[in-house]
């Protein structure tokens, strides 16, 4: 049981990355999916959610520029992140709306001015 979250890496500031986050055993993305951020000294904010019917809601900050989505088949949640910027620098965890609320391991985002 467990959500893998995959494909942080370093981008200059203007390029993109998407990540991944796969949900195996009993974890269920149909539950609902949140990306969730924590920047280095700050507080861990959320991003974007995907609700049980597959509707998207981001936070101010990075509507326009980050797209959620999801593959049920997969069972994986997907966060395509484009016009990255230095302040979107942080470790991403996806994180199940399910009754046990399971959480990635995080993956590292660094963007470069």
């Known amino acids: 049981v467990q959500l893998q979250a995959s494909g942080g890496g370093l981008v200059q500031a203007g390029g993109s990355l998407r990540l991944s986050c796969a949900a195996s055993?009993?974890?269920?993305?149909?539950?609902?999916m949140a990306w969730y951020r924590r920047a280095p000294g700050k507080q861990r904010e959320l991003v974007a959610t995907?609700?049980?019917?597959?509707?998207?809601i981001y936070e101010d900050s990075v509507k326009g520029r980050f797209t959620a989505s999801k593959d049920n088949a997969k069972n994986t949640v997907y966060l395509q992140m484009n016009s990255l910027k230095p302040e979107d620098t942080a470790v991403y965890y996806c994180?199940?709306?399910?009754?046990?609320?399971?959480w990635g391991q995080g993956t590292q985002v660094t963007v470069s001015s």
């Open positions: 994180h199940n709306l399910g009754y046990r609320g399971y």
């Open positions: 055993g009993s974890i269920s993305i149909g539950d609902g």
């Open positions: 995907i609700t049980r019917d597959g509707t998207a």
